[in-house]
Structures are given as structure tokens and as C-alpha cells.
């Protein structure tokens, strides 16, 4: 079975940091487009950060830059996003996502495996 399967998320106070994990399994996360999505309730769900793991390349969301960082570990089948300075905005359930080698930017529509989510939750 192919899944990718989040984890790290949790509740804490703004200002705090958080570093999610998303490991993969029956799949292999080199050369592919690796994103993180979030959704909270009443919205659609919004592009965080994505990574081509061929290359390296990644990109960020406005609201993340500076805040947030993308990587992975090849070895270890795993994507990660370090969360840093989090506020109440970034409360959410964060999915990871999978596309292919160069297909996976901004809409989710462009990934192929989705992980079942992890809940972020940032009190004031």
C-alpha cells in the first residue's frame, strides 16, 4: 500500500515551533515534487511549501517565508516542514502531498498521494 503518513503536529503557544514529519511508505519521495498543503475549517485548501527533491528546489507561500522550512531526507523516506514563529493564522490540518518528478507546484489537483493530515493548533 502507497501512504504518506504526517506527523509532529500538536497544539502550541504563538511564537512556538513545530517540526512536522510526513514518511512515506511503498513510495519513494526522490524525484518528486514533495508540498505541504493546510486546510482550515469553511476553507479550501492552500499551498505551503513545495520541494523537488531531483533538485532541490523548493519554493515557499508569502504568508510562510522566512518562517517555515522545507526539506527531506532521502534515507530516512521522509519530508519535513520546521515551523518556526507559528501564530493563530497558521492553525490548520497540514497534508502532505506527492506528485511527480516535475509536475507538483501550487494546486493540489498536480499530486498523486496524499497523507491523511496532521492537526496544528497555535493558542494567543
Known amino acids: 500500500q502507497q501512504q504518506l503518513v504526517e506527523s509532529g503536529g500538536g497544539s502550541v503557544q504563538a511564537g512556538g515551533s513545530l517540526k512536522l514529519s510526513c514518511t512515506a511508505s511503498?513510495?519513494?519521495?526522490?524525484?518528486?515534487?514533495m508540498a505541504w498543503f493546510r486546510q482550515a475549517p469553511g476553507k479550501e485548501r492552500e499551498w505551503v511549501a513545495h520541494?523537488?527533491?531531483?533538485?532541490?528546489?523548493?519554493n515557499y507561500a508569502d504568508f510562510v517565508k522566512g518562517r517555515f522550512t522545507i526539506s527531506h531526507d532521502n534515507a530516512k523516506n521522509t519530508l519535513y516542514l520546521e515551523m518556526n514563529n507559528l501564530s493563530p493564522d497558521d492553525t490548520a490540518m497540514y497534508y502532505c502531498?506527492?506528485?511527480?518528478?516535475?509536475?507538483?507546484?501550487?494546486?493540489?489537483?498536480?499530486?498523486?498521494?496524499w497523507g491523511q493530515g496532521t492537526q496544528v493548533t497555535v493558542s494567543s
Open positions: 502531498a506527492a506528485g511527480g518528478l516535475w509536475i507538483g507546484g501550487v494546486n493540489p489537483q498536480e499530486y498523486n498521494y
Open positions: 511503498g513510495l519513494s519521495i526522490s524525484s518528486r515534487c
Open positions: 520541494l523537488r527533491t531531483a533538485t532541490g528546489s523548493l
